[in-house]
């Protein structure tokens, strides 16, 4: 055997973690493959009866010098070969052992001793050029056994489950991180979008209800509303899921559930059904508003601290353009079928869904997670930020998918006269939720360089100013005005939607710094602590932002039917919304952006 070992992979039945050692490894046949895992690759070291206990070897993964250890309990450690002390790549040369329990090996340069299992230095905190001391750990895992090297074209099956996931380590991203990231962001998009579109398809089924459905504005408008309520209410388990069941795992069960509500209303959406069908028709539609917490949940994971704002607005902008896709779809038949044919629309979303739920259930990751890796909604109740959060995002938010499931109705009601078939209507009432759509991204992007309150401030700002001219152009009865005055509305909650989402992560990584800073003198295990409370915290938080935020598009809908019941007209309803937006300004520049002692920065 060499020092330095190469070979190709296979496939996985014994694994053996160095953060979590076992004795399983101890009764491993002596054929049986080692491998070293490096993201979703694994790479195969040695033959286990090959490593003499108490000895290390040096490996190549991923480009990268591994030392791999034996222990006298059987028990298999991959850390990295380079000293930080040194700089010598001689770990792999050092010597094993305990100290008070801790299995170690210690430097042949300075003698510093590491643990085995974790890589943390047990004499010095950070190395002399102000690094942490901490050695990089690996997967363990064997396989087999096996009598012969495995053939070269040999390929095990892709791991449900990363071996290992550190999005914080730019080595690491730049070899295997960004590319995995990558792909699962484009996959969430795809299934987000599908869970947008069956989420706000009501915003469009209302407009085939004719007088033959006998059914008033005011209960349109109830429609409409039933399942943003239930989206709202199901995003707070939705989140929740992501940590228990998996990312990829309960991606494919929330694609699946889709087919529930499409297939629902297919087959009872025709002139005759009761009114009281509708609502539950409407209200099981509400399943797709909880894709958006978990999808944004599962990519909070991905990706690190620096990009996550661009991250998470790609992937909220990719979801929230469902609902321009599905009032193009609606469009589309409306113009060609006729307002006849309802169950066309849903009829569509059938296939796609179970192609989404086959494409993420082949090509989505899970990320490793621990039992204190969950959400923590209890314990993101106790801190002020998470309601001052939750209501920022009710404005951006609430008024996007209030405005969403709601314009077209609006429209119809407000400005019949001019716009007296659903084929116009339908026309206007894509472009709002499109511009929203692709504003979110830029909304991320914007607080990733110049701060996400910066950018919430300025947007809750103009809109103020937005409805304002909307409530100028309805009192003046001035459609124009009214449009473009909605549209730019629209715009702005997109980029404040991007904004506040990135404010969520900022906001818990600056109280980890203070966690960090407060900690006691030469206590080693406060960042790496700091940082996964800051995670579990965020994605809470992202999951309860979000159940408060559809809950605004609830909110929206009640406004105008209660402004059009009692005046006919929606001029009550945007006043509130201005006000409404008032207030958030000056919430957002009181807690985030006055000068003040105790002010969190960076957020």
Same mark, same amino acid.
């Given at each position: ?37 490096? =993201? ?40 990295? %070969? ?11 040369? +050092? ?11 210690? *430097? ?89 579109? @069956?989420? *706000? ?84 539609? =509400? ?7 978990? *999808? ?16 998470? =607005? ?5 979801? %929230? ?11 589309? @038949? ?45 314990? @993101? ?19 996007? @998918? ?5 314009? =077209? ?84 909650? +997109? ?21 960090? &800073? ?13 940082? $996964? ?6 994605? $809470? ?5 979000? $159940?408060?935020?559809?809950?605004? +598009?609830?909110?929206? %809908?009640?406004?105008?039917?209660? *402004?059009?019941?009692?005046?006919? %007209?929606?001029? $009550? ?9 008032? &207030? ?20």
């Amino acid at each position: 055997m060499t020092d330095t070992a190469h070979a190709p992979t296979a496939p996985a039945q014994q694994p053996v973690r160095p953060q979590d050692p076992s004795t399983e490894a101890a009764g491993a046949a002596p054929d049986a493959l080692v491998e070293i895992g490096d =993201g979703d690759t694994w790479t195969s070291v040695c033959r286990y009866g090959d490593l003499t206990p108490g000895r290390g070897v040096t490996a190549l993964v991923g480009g990268e010098q591994v030392a791999l250890f034996r222990d006298a309990d059987g028990a298999l450690h991959a850390l990295a %070969n380079r000293d930080p002390f040194s700089g010598a790549y001689v770990i792999s040369r +050092g010597v094993t052992g305990s100290r008070a329990g801790t299995p170690v090996v210690t *430097s042949p340069m300075y003698k510093q001793a590491f643990d085995l299992r974790t890589g943390d230095c047990l004499d010095e905190e950070r190395a002399p050029d102000g690094t942490p001391a901490a050695l990089r750990t690996w997967a363990v895992r064997t396989t087999g056994p096996a009598t012969s090297p495995p053939p070269p074209r040999s390929a095990p099956p892709r791991a449900r489950t990363l071996a290992e996931w550190r999005p914080e380590d730019p080595a690491f991203w730049e070899r295997v991180g960004a590319r995995i990231a990558r792909r699962n962001l484009w996959l969430s998009v795809l299934t987000e979008h599908i869970g947008f579109s @069956i989420w *706000s398809m009501w915003s469009v089924l209302v407009l085939f209800l004719g007088p033959e459905y006998g059914i008033d504005a005011a209960g349109k408008f109830t429609l409409t509303a039933v399942p943003t309520a239930v989206g709202a209410v199901l995003r707070l388990p939705y989140t929740a899921a992501v940590a228990r069941f998996g990312g990829r795992n309960w991606t494919v069960v929330s694609a699946l559930l889709l087919l529930l509500p499409t297939a629902f209303v297919a087959v009872v959406l025709e002139p005759g059904v009761s009114y009281a069908t509708l609502l539950v028709a409407a209200a099981v539609a =509400g399943v797709g508003g909880g894709n958006f917490a978990s *999808s944004m949940a599962n990519i909070n994971a991905f990706y690190p601290q620096r990009l996550k704002g661009r991250a998470l =607005g790609i992937n909220a902008g990719g979801g %929230n353009l469902g609902v321009p896709a599905v009032q193009l779809v609606g469009l589309l @038949i409306l113009a060609t079928a006729g307002t006849a044919h309802p169950r066309l629309l849903p009829m569509v979303y059938l296939p796609l869904i179970a192609l989404t739920a086959v494409v993420a259930a082949l090509r989505m990751d899970n990320v490793p997670t621990t039992r204190k890796s969950g959400p923590a909604l209890r314990e @993101i109740t106790r801190d002020r930020h998470t309601w001052v959060m939750s209501l920022l995002y009710l404005g951006t938010f609430g008024s996007f @998918i209030g405005f969403s499931f709601a314009f =077209g109705l609006v429209l119809q009601a407000q400005f019949h006269h001019q716009l007296d078939t659903p084929v116009k209507v339908a026309c206007l009432t894509v472009l709002g939720p499109l511009l929203g759509s692709l504003a979110r991204p830029v909304g991320g992007a914007w607080a990733d360089r110049h701060g996400g309150a910066r950018v919430t401030l300025a947007t809750f700002g103009a809109m103020a100013v937005g409805a304002a001219l909307i409530l100028t152009a309805s009192r003046l009865h001035l459609p124009a005005l009214f449009l473009a005055a909605f549209a730019a509305l629209f715009v702005l909650s +997109g980029i404040g939607n991007g904004s506040t989402y990135r404010m969520i992560p900022a906001l818990h990584r600056a109280k980890a710094r203070r966690r960090v &800073l407060a900690a006691p003198t030469g206590d080693t295990t406060a960042p790496a602590e700091a940082e $996964a409370t800051a995670q579990r915290h965020a994605t $809470a938080l992202i999951g309860l932002a979000g $159940a408060i935020g559809a809950f605004g +598009g609830v909110l929206v %809908n009640v406004a105008f039917r209660q *402004s059009f019941l009692t005046v006919h %007209n929606g001029d $009550a309803a945007y006043l509130a919304f201005l006000a409404f937006y008032v &207030l958030c300004s000056a919430l957002t520049w009181t807690v985030y952006l006055r000068p003040a002692p105790h002010r969190l920065s960076g957020v």
